[in-house]
C-alpha cells in the first residue's frame, strides 16, 4: 500500500533562517507531488504541483520554492523565512482522480 | 478561476442522526472532480469520496454520500449514522485537470461537532 511521510512534523524557525520541508511517498511510481499551506483557521492553498522530476509549477508567487530531486520526493524550500510563511504545510500524491495527503508540517517562524 | 464555497461555519448533530454539509461551487471547466476531506484535530487530511462531474450516480463510500446537484452545482456531504469520531473539520474541494495532475481549490470547512 501507499503511505507519505513528511518531516519534521514541527518546526519553528526565525525570520529570515532557511527552510527545508521534505516529502516521500512509497509504494507508488511516477506520482503527481503536491504542496499545500494552511493558514490558521482557514482552507487549503495549493502552492506547487510536479508531475514529473524536474518539473515543478508554481501555482502563487511566493518566498517559497520546490524541487523534484527524485520520482518519489518532493522538497519545499526557502531562503528567508518571513513572518507570513508560518502554517500548516502538507504534501500530497495523486495517480488518478483522488489525492492523499501527508501528515503535515506545522511551521512557526518567529 | 473555480470557486467553492461552504456557508456553514459550525455544525452540530446528535450521535446516530444524519447530518448534511453544504457545498456549493463555480467553474467554467465542463470536466472536474468533487472531494470531500475530513480533518480531526491532529491535521492530517483524510480522504472521503469523491464525485465525478460526469459520473450518473451520487458517489457513496460507507456512511458517506455525495449528494451532487449539477445543475445547481452543489455537491452537499451527507454523513449517516453520526458517531463521536466524526467531529472534526470538513472540506469541500473542486480539482481541476491540468494535463495528468489534479489542482485541488479548497472551501473554508464546517466544524462539525457531534454531540452525546
Known amino acids: 500500500s501507499q503511505t507519505i511521510h513528511q518531516w519534521p512534523a514541527t518546526l519553528v524557525q526565525p525570520v529570515g533562517s532557511p527552510l527545508s520541508l521534505e516529502c516521500t511517498v512509497e509504494?507508488?511510481?511516477?506520482?503527481?507531488l503536491y504542496w499545500y499551506r494552511q493558514a490558521a483557521g482557514r482552507g487549503l492553498q495549493l502552492l506547487f504541483y510536479?508531475?514529473?522530476?524536474?518539473?515543478i509549477s508554481s501555482e502563487v508567487p511566493q518566498n517559497l520554492s520546490a524541487s523534484r530531486p527524485q520520482d518519489r520526493q518532493f522538497i519545499l524550500s526557502s531562503k528567508k523565512l518571513l513572518l507570513s510563511d508560518s502554517g500548516f504545510y502538507l504534501c500530497?500524491?495523486?495517480?488518478?482522480?483522488?489525492?492523499?495527503f501527508g501528515p503535515g508540517t506545522r511551521l512557526t517562524v518567529l | 478561476a473555480q470557486k467553492i464555497t461552504q456557508t456553514q461555519p459550525g455544525m452540530f448533530v446528535q450521535e446516530k442522526e444524519a447530518v448534511t454539509l453544504d457545498c456549493t461551487y463555480d467553474?467554467?471547466?465542463?470536466?472536474?472532480?468533487l472531494f470531500w476531506y475530513k480533518q480531526p484535530s491532529s491535521g492530517e487530511m483524510i480522504f472521503l469520496i469523491y464525485?465525478?462531474?460526469?459520473?450518473?450516480q451520487n458517489a457513496t463510500e460507507g456512511r458517506y454520500s455525495l449528494n451532487f446537484q449539477k445543475a445547481r452545482k452543489s455537491a452537499n456531504l451527507v454523513i449517516s449514522a453520526s458517531q463521536l469520531g466524526d467531529s472534526a473539520m470538513y472540506f469541500c474541494?473542486?480539482?481541476?485537470?491540468?494535463?495528468?495532475?489534479?489542482?485541488?481549490?479548497f472551501g473554508t470547512g464546517t466544524r462539525l461537532q457531534v454531540t452525546l
Open positions: 467553474t467554467s471547466d465542463p470536466s472536474y472532480g
Open positions: 500530497a500524491w495523486s495517480q488518478g482522480n483522488e489525492q492523499f
Open positions: 510536479s508531475v514529473g522530476i524536474g518539473q
Open positions: 464525485q465525478g462531474s460526469y459520473d450518473q
Open positions: 474541494a473542486m480539482g481541476e485537470h491540468t494535463g495528468t495532475a489534479s489542482k485541488l481549490t
Open positions: 509504494g507508488t511510481s511516477n506520482p503527481n
